[in-house]
């Protein structure tokens, strides 16, 4: 509905992982480095985690965007709410690995030799897992920690990434004969406040718009309405631009996202921010 009016050429504030909206603040850009070390090193397995809402799944798609089909063989697994037995098979599947019957030794054989041939050839076999919190079978852990057993004398055969929320440390922690093996490790944090203004700027780019859209008054309130959440900070500037474009508005103040903060959207979860 406020597209044209803006001069946007596309929505700025979606809640989808699109990669040309990654914004490398601080904590992104080490996370992503994290990852891409771990990978590029051989290290075996990396855990990424973070609150809900700051932007793991945006910050794993720039990472797998580094990952070229040439030089990695990438397999994703979005939905880990397997039983043992069938997650290995997802695992498989996602190889690209096709599988005759269901006898463990024989799936595990074939895994084997697609890793080794992998390697042969100067390509990486990467397991991402998005969220791994959702793992709800122990097993599937056990499953995950022994794929690390597929080595050379000098190497890992495989990387392994998990991606979850904070709950995905609190499970592997429990398991430290896992945990110990995750050589990688980091946690995302919501945005700090001086890094708002430069978030909504560089997704108002990405969508078409040069200008200042939001002055420095509303970006102060939406850090402090949103707390840094980038998912938040998305959904209040999405409708600060609707609100804005109903009432005619130039630019987005400070009292459009006070008004929209308070006027029972997200009722309960935005901090009420005075005026002055």
Known sequence: MYIDYWGLTSPPFENVPDPKFYFPSSQHEEGLHRLLYAVTQRKGAAMLTGEVGCGKTLLSREFLNNLHSDRFNVAMITNPSFPAQQFFHEVL???????????????????NEHLLQNDERKIQSVLVVDEAQAIVDDQVLEELRLLLNFQRNDRFLLTLVLLGQPELREKLWALPQFAQRIGIQYHLMPLEETE???YVTSRLRAAGRADELFDQEATQAIAKCSRGIPRVINNLCDLCLLSGRLAKANRIDADLVHMVARNGYFAG????????
Do not use: C, E, P, W
């Open 269 to 276: 979860y935005f901090t009420t921010v005075a005026h002055g």
């Open 93 to 111: 599947y996602q190889f690209g690995i096709g599988t005759t019957g269901n006898r463990k030794v024989s799936m595990l054989h074939r895994f």
């Open 196 to 198: 708002v203004d430069r």
